[in-house]
């Protein structure tokens, strides 16, 4: 979409580089890592590297529910993981079992977290655009709500191209629950959408750019 800005001439488009964890992570690894059996419906939630409280706050008031139909990978965020860490203890002990729970993912586990997901709930930053797709998993993004930092249009590009739902920050209370209860029970639909983030992959794009370098600079 960017490429009316600037001369055609001078434009390549190769889609975002990702981490090589997220080209091979697969559903089965994703779950072993996690001990999810491989029939069980998961949610992975996860805010960025800092968090976002609004993102946890509203899984929080869905987690009851969501524990009695599968598992939930949180990924809290460093800055946010304390204000989290109460509602384990709420918990029944079936419940935490299947509460998978963590402030921050190195490159390999949060590949297998996308991996082993059915669905992810997200925001809508650059690196979202290429690894979603990367590893073939659906999304409910919610951008963040600053001018500026371009999420909504990644949001809509996801969702153009039949991969996320988008959900807007200031209705997440409301909105995310029914949601969440029309996706994750609809294999179907899911299939769709996982088939449709495969095809917005660029698993080249790392390499392209290399070449592209090095083409220019000889």
């Known amino acids: 979409d960017s490429l009316r800005y600037f001369p055609a001439r001078k434009v390549v488009v190769t889609g975002y580089?990702?981490?090589?964890?997220?080209?091979?992570?697969?559903?089965?690894?994703?779950?072993?890592?996690?001990?999810?059996?491989?029939?069980?419906?998961?949610?992975?939630?996860?805010?960025?590297?800092?968090?976002?409280?609004?993102?946890n706050e509203a899984v929080e008031a869905c987690l009851p529910w969501l524990l009695e139909r599968g598992h939930v990978i949180h990924v809290t965020g460093s800055q946010r993981h304390t204000e989290v860490?109460?509602?384990?203890?709420?918990?029944?002990?079936?419940?935490?079992?299947?509460?998978?729970?963590?402030?921050?993912?190195?490159a390999h586990g949060m590949a297998d977290a996308l991996a082993a997901a059915d669905l992810c709930l997200c925001r809508a930053g650059a690196s979202?655009?290429?690894?979603?797709?990367?590893?073939?998993?659906?999304?409910?993004?919610?951008?963040?709500?600053?001018?500026?930092?371009?999420?909504?249009?990644?949001a809509e590009y996801l969702v153009a191209g039949g991969a996320a739902v988008m959900l807007d920050e200031?209705?997440?209370q409301t909105t995310l629950?029914?949601?969440?209860?029309?996706?994750?029970?609809?294999?179907?639909?899911?299939?769709?959408?996982?088939?449709?983030?495969?095809?917005?992959?660029?698993?080249?794009?790392?390499?392209?750019?290399?070449?592209?370098i090095l083409e220019t600079a000889q």
Not at 140 to 147: E, G, S, T
């Open 85 to 106: 860490l109460p509602i384990i203890e709420s918990l029944p002990p079936v419940a935490r079992e299947r509460y998978h729970l963590f402030p921050y993912l190195d």
């Open 170 to 172: 200031n209705d997440l």
């Open 177 to 212: 629950a029914p949601v969440l209860e029309t996706l994750l029970p609809d294999r179907e639909r899911l299939d769709a959408m996982a088939v449709a983030a495969r095809r917005l992959a660029r698993p080249d794009a790392a390499q392209t750019i290399a070449e592209l």
């Open 128 to 154: 979202t655009l290429g690894e979603l797709p990367a590893t073939g998993t659906p999304a409910v993004v919610v951008p963040l709500p600053i001018a500026g930092v371009h999420q909504r249009a990644n």
């Open 17 to 55: 580089p990702v981490r090589e964890e997220f080209l091979t992570a697969s559903r089965k690894s994703g779950r072993a890592r996690f001990g999810i059996p491989t029939d069980a419906v998961v949610l992975t939630v996860t805010g960025g590297s800092l968090g976002a409280r609004s993102l």
